[in-house]
């Protein structure tokens, strides 16, 4: 199981790590669920669908986390219910799934960070259990003022990526928080 979390600057870097990851997944003859914003989720429709429609799975992710919602909360057992089920679904066809999701960088920019972070935690959960590769996105500039959530974010990945050409400032905070938590991780083997 791999949980990773992506800061990026732009959409253009987005878009290639994205691409990227999804591209990883399928020569890897997994499947691939994409819970996204619409410009990215059409996107990504226009290109993976007519290759590859049996292990190509798209979800609106502002449409699915409403689903997820009760009472303007996170419900664990909606999450279950709905992405869950989906996963363990698609894991059996394939064995193992790539998954790209949005949902938890929509909650931290509604200011919903305890929301966020349960998220997140579920995803964890739901990976200790079927067999998937995680890729979260966060736009860097969320955490410019926060510091301490950015640590937060950190805490509940496995793995940590910013985008290549990080501009001068409080993005190098955030290489230094890469090579603590990849000096931690090996440490820890």
């Given at each position: 199981m791999s949980h990773a979390v992506h800061f990026y600057e732009d959409d253009v870097d987005l878009t290639a790590r994205i691409m990227a990851y999804i591209?990883?997944?399928m020569s890897a003859g997994s499947s691939v669920i994409v819970i996204a914003r619409a410009p990215y989720l059409e996107m990504l429709k226009e290109r993976w669908l007519p290759l590859h429609a049996?292990?190509?799975v798209s979800l609106d992710a502002a449409e699915t986390l409403s689903k997820l919602m009760r009472n303007g909360r996170l419900d664990r057992d909606r999450f279950m219910q709905i992405i869950g089920r989906l996963v363990t679904g698609v894991a059996a066809r394939t064995r193992h799934v790539y998954i790209f999701g949005?949902?938890?960088a929509i909650l931290w920019a509604d200011e919903k960070y305890d929301a966020a972070l349960e998220l997140e935690e579920l995803w964890?959960?739901?990976a200790s259990r079927v067999p998937l590769t995680l890729l979260c996105a966060y736009?860097?500039?969320a955490f410019q003022e926060n510091q301490v959530g950015?640590?937060?974010i950190r805490?509940?990945?496995?793995e940590l990526s910013v985008q290549r050409k990080p501009a001068p400032g409080p993005i190098e905070?955030?290489?230094?928080g890469v090579e603590e938590l990849a000096a931690w991780r090996k440490h820890e083997r």
């Open positions: 591209d990883s997944g049996d292990r190509f949005e949902m938890v964890n959960e739901l736009p860097a500039a950015h640590r937060q805490d509940v990945h496995s905070e955030w290489k230094r």
